[in-house]
C-alpha cells in the first residue's frame, strides 16, 4: 500500500501556483491514490474554493476525524513559500515553485521537489523535477487567427496584484488584471487578437498563454516575485525562450516570432511527459518515506 498524500495549498483561484497544487492533487487522484487538499488562506474571491473540474476532496471540515490518521501516514506536500512544517506532518515534500531561496534551517529529512529544472540555486541537473503547467492548449492556441503582426490589439500584464513599481501604462493598450477578462475562455479570446503583450511579469503562466495564442511577450522587466532573473534564466525552463522579447526592437520581435514553433513544441512535449514523471516522484516519495 502506498502512503496518502495531503496538498497544503490556497483555495483555487487564478493563481499559477496555486493551480499547480490543485492540479498535482488532481493528478495524484487520477493515478488511483488516495490524495486529498488541505486549504489555508481563501484567495477565491467569492468563486469556488475547488475547481469543480478536479477530484480534489478537501479534509478541512473533516480536520479533527482524519488529520490524525493522516499527518502519521501521509506525505504532505507543502509550497516553498510555506516556512517551517505549520501542521506537524511527519513527512513533508518541499515543493519549489520559484526561484530557490535556502534560509539555512532547511530539514534533510524533507524530499525536495523542484517545478522547473530552472529553479535550485545550484542547477546540477540531478534534482528531481515535476513540471505542471496549468494550461488547457485546447483553449488557448492559435488556430483560426490572424498573423500575428496584422492583429491590432495590444496588452499589457502588470501581474501580482498589479503593484509592481515603475509600470508604464501605455495609452490605447488595455490592462489584463485578476477581474478582466474574467473567465479563462475570454481571456483566451483576448490573446488569440492580441499583437503584443507587454508583461512585467517575468515567469507569469499568462505569458505562456499569450505565446501559445500567437501574440509577441515583451518583457519589460526580468524579475521574479522581487528576484532579478536574467535571459539565461529564461531559457533554462522547460518551456525556453522562444516566443518572447528582451525589449520591442525589430530583431527581438523577429526573433521571438521564428521562435515560437520551438516554444509550443517544448510545452507540448512537457506535456505529455508530465504522467511519467508524476509516477517517478510517486515512486521516489514513497521510497523516501518507506520507514
Not at 478582466?180 to 475570454?186: N, Q
Not at 532573473?229 to 525556453?240: K, V
Request: glycine share 8%.
Amino acid at each position: 500500500m502506498k502512503r496518502p498524500y495531503v496538498i497544503v495549498t490556497p483555495t483555487w483561484c487564478v493563481s499559477s501556483g496555486v493551480r499547480v497544487l490543485h492540479g498535482l492533487c488532481h493528478e495524484l487522484r487520477s493515478l488511483g491514490l488516495e490524495a486529498y487538499v488541505l486549504l489555508t488562506n481563501n484567495l477565491s474571491q467569492g468563486g469556488p474554493v475547488l475547481n469543480p473540474a478536479f477530484h480534489t476532496p478537501a479534509i478541512n471540515a473533516q480536520m479533527d476525524s482524519l488529520w490524525p490518521r493522516l499527518r502519521r501516514e501521509a506525505i504532505t506536500v507543502y509550497a516553498d513559500g510555506v516556512p517551517g512544517n505549520p501542521f506537524e506532518a511527519e513527512r513533508v515534500v518541499r515543493y519549489v515553485l520559484g526561484k530557490e531561496v535556502l534560509r539555512g534551517d532547511e530539514n534533510p529529512a524533507e524530499f525536495r521537489l523542484y517545478h522547473s529544472k530552472a529553479f535550485p540555486v545550484q542547477r546540477r541537473g540531478d534534482q528531481r523535477t515535476l513540471y505542471y503547467l496549468p494550461v488547457d492548449l485546447g483553449l488557448f492556441n492559435a488556430l483560426n487567427t490572424a498573423p500575428t503582426l496584422e492583429r491590432e490589439q495590444d496588452l499589457i500584464w502588470i501581474g501580482k496584484g498589479g503593484r509592481y513599481v515603475g509600470a508604464e501604462r501605455p495609452p490605447g493598450v488595455r490592462e489584463i488584471t485578476y477581474g478582466w477578462p474574467p473567465t479563462r475562455e475570454e481571456l483566451a479570446a483576448e490573446l488569440r487578437k492580441t499583437r503584443f503583450l507587454y508583461s512585467y511579469d517575468t515567469l507569469s503562466a499568462t505569458n505562456l498563454e499569450a505565446i501559445l495564442c500567437g501574440a509577441v511577450v515583451v518583457l519589460k522587466t526580468l524579475n521574479y516575485h522581487e528576484w532579478p532573473w536574467t535571459r539565461r534564466d529564461i531559457e533554462a525552463t522547460e518551456h525556453g525562450s522562444g516566443g518572447y522579447a528582451f525589449g520591442d526592437s525589430e530583431f527581438e520581435v523577429q526573433r521571438a516570432l521564428q521562435t515560437r514553433p520551438e516554444f509550443v513544441a517544448n510545452i507540448r512535449y512537457h506535456q505529455q511527459m508530465f504522467r511519467q514523471l508524476l509516477w517517478e516522484f510517486v515512486e521516489a516519495s514513497q521510497a523516501h518515506f518507506k520507514a
